[in-house]
């Protein structure tokens, strides 16, 4: 890669090989410290546990046992938004946000997918009753919550027109 596309989306780069580690080094303090799948600790009791749970499906458990097929559904979105910021001639800050935090929450997923078979789900909010989740699932809902931002976020302000009389 050049050197002058990676200063040019440095947000980018910089959110998604952040957020690929601190999702990995989660993922891997709780397979180190649960003994047992299904394990909990409370945090706060009845609302907020972590809770050490395989995943072989995708968000929701949805494609349960599909493990095959979402590793490179995993492997293709990551490529794919690669390839498609290599080529974005401008992409606003928030724009690189989202898109760094998208590609973290992928390829965080599909590291564990390609490696084990499934992906490691441990933060649980028993309060509303949530499918177990992971850091790389709150990186990728918040990349669609910042896309979504900047898509209704104007790239330039109108000009206010001066009434010269």
């Known amino acids: 890669m050049s050197s002058k596309f990676i200063r ?3 947000s980018f780069w910089l959110v998604a090989i952040l957020g690929i580690i601190f999702d990995q080094i989660t993922k891997y303090l709780v397979v180190q410290n649960f003994t047992n799948v299904g394990d ?3 945090l706060w009791q009845g609302v907020f546990h972590l809770t050490y749970v395989i995943n072989t499906g995708a968000a929701f458990s949805f494609f349960t046992g ?3 097929i979402l590793r490179w559904i995993s492997l293709i979105v990551s490529l794919l938004l690669v390839i498609f910021v290599w080529y974005t001639p401008k992409l606003t800050l928030i724009e690189q946000l989202g898109y760094g935090f998208i590609l973290s929450g992928a390829v965080g997923n599909g590291i564990d997918r390609f490696l084990f078979g ?4 441990f933060i649980d ?3 509303i009753n949530f ?4 850091v790389a699932d709150v990186a990728i809902n918040l990349g669609v919550l910042l896309l979504l931002i900047a898509s209704f976020t104007p790239l330039s302000k109108p000009q206010k027109k001066v009434d010269r009389k």
């Open 131 to 134: 499918p177990v989740f992971n």
């Open 125 to 127: 909010f028993r309060l």
């Open 40 to 42: 909990s600790i409370p």
């Open 8 to 10: 040019r989306k440095r």
């Open 118 to 121: 499934y992906v490691v789900d």
């Open 66 to 68: 599909q493990v095959d």
